[in-house]
T-cell receptor, first 115, second 110 residues
Framework: NAGVTQTPKFQVLKTGQSMTLQCAQD?????MSWYRQDPGMGLRLIHY???????DQGEVPNGYNVSRSTTEDFPLRLLSAAPSQTSVYFC??????????????FGDGTRLSIL | GQQVMQIPQYQHVQEGEDFTTYCNSS?????IQWYKQRPGGHPVFLIQ?????EVKKQKRLTFQFGEAKKNSSLHITATQTTDVGTYFC??????????FGKGTRLHILP
């Protein structure tokens, strides 16, 4: 099992460029989420999805878009990159049982630098 | 909005000493999860607590969920060098947002 796969692992962008971070899982998990991790800030939720066709905003959604056209994929789009978006981005997925979230499985992360 | 606060931010202990990290939520949680992240790695799930007052043990690790379901703790007995890393709590309520604390970074002094 591949689990949660994130691509690319590293990326450098110029201010104003757009980019899509890819996330795919092969565990048939309903719930998927994107977090950013900055030093001293822990993991902050950007967007999440409870199933195909359904997305919602997390703590820090500004500057990011997501879509969930399939159960497997949950791409994160930066429309116009800004230096403040320099971070490590983690994608995670989990099962859902009723209203209870289950353990999240994380990808290896994408290290993104905006110049 | 929901906030999850975690203390301390850093902890240095001698190998063999105990370690505790505390997590407090601004709202009542439906469940709380604990994760460990090794340097350069990704968070790895440790445990989930669901019931009020619940206590779970994993070898040297003891996890507690408060009676009001607003706080939690992780206690490690007799730390070892393999315990190095950052420990995160993550709480959720019924709106599906899983909010992480800022984590406690544990350093082990030999």
């Amino acid at each position: 099992n591949a689990g949660v796969t994130q691509t690319p692992k590293f990326q450098v962008l110029k201010t104003g460029q757009s980019m899509t971070l890819q996330c795919a899982q092969d565990m048939n998990h309903e719930y998927m989420s994107w977090y950013r991790q900055d030093p001293g800030m822990g993991l902050r939720l950007i967007h999440y999805s409870v199933g195909a066709g359904i997305t919602d905003q997390g703590e820090v959604p500004n500057g990011y878009n997501v879509s969930r056209s399939t159960t497997e994929d949950f791409p994160l789009r930066l429309l116009s990159a800004a230096p403040s978006q320099t971070s490590v981005y983690f994608c995670a997925s989990s099962l859902r049982r009723g209203v209870s979230n289950q353990p999240q499985h994380f990808g290896d992360g994408t290290r993104l630098s905006i110049l | 909005g929901q906030q999850v606060m975690q203390i301390p931010q850093y902890q240095h202990v001698q190998e063999g000493e105990d370690f505790t990290t505390y997590c407090n939520s601004s709202t009542t949680l439906s469940n709380i999860q604990w994760y460990k992240q090794r340097p350069g790695g990704h968070p790895v799930f440790l445990i989930q607590l669901v019931k009020s007052g619940e206590v779970k043990k994993q070898k040297r690790l003891t996890f507690q969920f408060g009676e009001a379901k607003k706080n939690s703790s992780l206690h490690i007995t007799a730390t070892q060098t393999t315990d190095v890393g950052t420990y995160f709590c993550a709480g959720s309520n019924r709106d599906d947002k899983i909010i992480f604390g800022k984590g406690t970074r544990l350093h082990i002094l030999p």
